[in-house]
């Protein structure tokens, strides 16, 4: 019973962050992966069901590490921007500085508006 309420909280919808606009130019990609001002897709990885897009790289490798210490869901909410689901269509605006990450802008899907990172093996080009 415990997990329908951590589900439950996960999938609750939070606002929109308003922001930059995606730039309005793309740039080549050298290696296979989106390349900024791109349209791509998020995917799950493992047994995701649905793509966290988090408020900033910190709060990515903080949410991270609260899971891997089994964190209440309470604790890790206030660094998730919204939960986007398996398909959604995203923006990418850069690749983070420790390449390890998109910074997206969701387009598409009940989440479209939604700013944040996203782990790179979350994203298609």
């Known amino acids: 019973m415990h997990w329908l309420v951590v589900l439950a909280l996960l999938l609750v919808p939070l ?6 606009a995606p730039p309005r130019y793309a740039q ?7 390349s900024a ?4 897709t998020l995917v799950p990885f493992g047994s ?3 793509i966290i897009v988090w408020r900033s790289a910190v709060a990515m490798d903080e949410g991270f590490a609260l899971a891997k210490s089994s964190a209440s869901t309470i604790t ?6 919204c939960v986007a689901e398996s398909g959604a269509k995203v923006i990418i605006g850069e690749t983070g500085s420790f390449d390890n990450h998109y910074v997206v802008t969701v387009t598409s899907g009940p989440q ?6 996203v782990p790179i093996p979350n994203v298609r080009p």
């Open 15 to 20: 606002p929109a962050r308003a922001g930059d």
């Open 28 to 34: 080549a990609a050298t290696d296979g992966r989106a």
């Open 37 to 40: 001002g791109s349209t791509a």
């Open 48 to 50: 995701m069901t649905a």
């Open 76 to 81: 890790v909410l206030p660094l998730v921007s």
């Open 112 to 117: 479209a508006g939604c700013q944040g990172v």
